[in-house]
């Protein structure tokens, strides 16, 4: 038995997981793109939508929809380079840190990708001055004077630079992976027997 699971045994300080965040984070960055880009063509990114009465109920629920369908890909993509990491390259056997090892370096990998991809869509496909005349236009819809407006996109202003969208977007892909792997984690994990 013992000479099984040393014939079986991957040392996993001899496994790096940034390979398999190499491979599996560029696939989660193409397929949110993807989505992206067809929410953008279908206009659900335009804001207006969520002025006008009529079309509110269906933007607001096209906006979860949307979410949702983020989060699964999130979730799904992070659940196959964790299996990947495990059965292919760990032998069968994965911790929870482990697991959040995997969910950190294809977090890395997407978000940086994801960075690029944000800076060039709200510079050049989708300006942040075409959203920041529709939150403008949204206020207005809401009832707000012009002080108040001001004041409100003063406060917000900052943020909605291409620069900090990005970044940000690096950031919160970074947090997603690991919380994603961390919950994939807590089903997928098999930590390995121990050895006498």
Request: hydrophobic residues 45%; contains cysteine; negative net charge.
């Amino acid at each position: 038995m013992n000479d099984v699971l040393d014939n079986n045994f991957i040392d996993p300080s001899t496994v790096s997981p940034r390979g398999t965040g190499m491979k599996y984070g560029p696939i989660w960055a193409v397929l949110i793109i993807i989505i992206s880009l067809a929410m953008y063509l279908l206009g659900f990114n335009d804001l207006s939508r969520y002025t006008n009465p009529s079309g509110a109920g269906s933007a607001m629920g096209m906006s979860a929809l949307t979410t949702l369908l983020t989060y699964g890909v999130g979730f799904y993509i992070i659940y196959l380079a964790i299996k990947h990491h495990r059965d292919n390259e760990l032998g069968g056997y994965i911790s929870l840190n482990r697991c959040a090892g995997v969910g950190f370096w294809t977090g890395l990998i997407y978000g940086l990708i994801i960075m690029v991809w944000t800076y060039i869509f709200l510079t050049f496909i989708s300006p942040m001055s075409e959203m920041t005349d529709q939150i403008e236009a949204m206020y207005e819809a809401q009832g707000m004077d012009e002080e108040q407006i001001e004041m409100a996109m003063g406060m917000v202003g900052w943020m909605m630079s291409p620069l900090f969208m990005s970044i940000s977007r690096l950031f919160s892909a970074i947090i997603g992976g690991v919380i994603f792997a961390l919950i994939v984690g807590i089903f997928t994990k098999k930590e390995l027997p121990h050895r006498t």
